[in-house]
Nanobody
Framework: QVQLVESGGGLVQTGASLRLSCAASERTFANYAMAWFRQAPGKEREFVARLSRRSFATDYADSVKGRFTISRDNAKNTVYLQMNSLKSEDTAVYYC???????????????WGQGTQVTVSS
C-alpha cells in the first residue's frame, strides 16, 4: 500500500509560481509511474502531467504544456510539479497518483493522495 501526501498548494495571483510536492511512503516508489491530476469545482478530475519511473518520459496536458514541469527524486520518494505563469483556470485541487503502467487514464492509477488546493486570483 502506497500512501501519498501532497503539499505546497496555496493562494497566488495570476502569473505567479508554485511548486507542489508529493511524498510517498514506500521505498518501492521508484517502481511507479507518477502523475498529477486536478479537479476544479463542478468538473471532472483531469490529467495534468505524468512521469515515468526513471524520468525518461514525460507527458503534459495541452493546457499546461510549457508552463508546468513534473519531476521526481526517487531517493526522496517525492514527485514535484513546478507550476509557472499560473492562470485563474489553473484553480483546482491537485492530486498526485501512482500507477504500475504508463497511462493518462485516472481509473488506471492505483494510489492517490488527498489533494492540495491551488487558487489563482486575477
Amino acid at each position: 500500500q502506497v500512501q501519498l501526501v501532497e503539499s505546497g498548494g496555496g493562494l497566488v495571483q495570476t502569473g505567479a509560481s508554485l511548486r507542489l510536492s508529493c511524498a510517498a511512503s514506500e521505498r518501492t516508489f521508484a517502481n511507479y509511474a507518477m502523475a498529477w491530476f486536478r479537479q476544479a469545482p463542478g468538473k471532472e478530475r483531469e490529467f495534468v502531467a505524468r512521469l515515468s519511473r526513471r524520468s525518461f518520459a514525460t507527458d503534459y496536458a495541452d493546457s499546461v504544456k510549457g508552463r508546468f514541469t513534473i519531476s521526481r527524486d526517487n531517493a526522496k520518494n517525492t514527485v514535484y510539479l513546478q507550476m509557472n505563469s499560473l492562470k485563474s483556470e489553473d484553480t483546482a485541487v491537485y492530486y498526485c497518483a501512482a500507477a504500475t503502467i504508463w497511462t493518462t487514464e485516472r481509473y488506471e492509477y492505483d494510489y492517490w493522495g488527498q489533494g492540495t488546493q491551488v487558487t489563482v486570483s486575477s
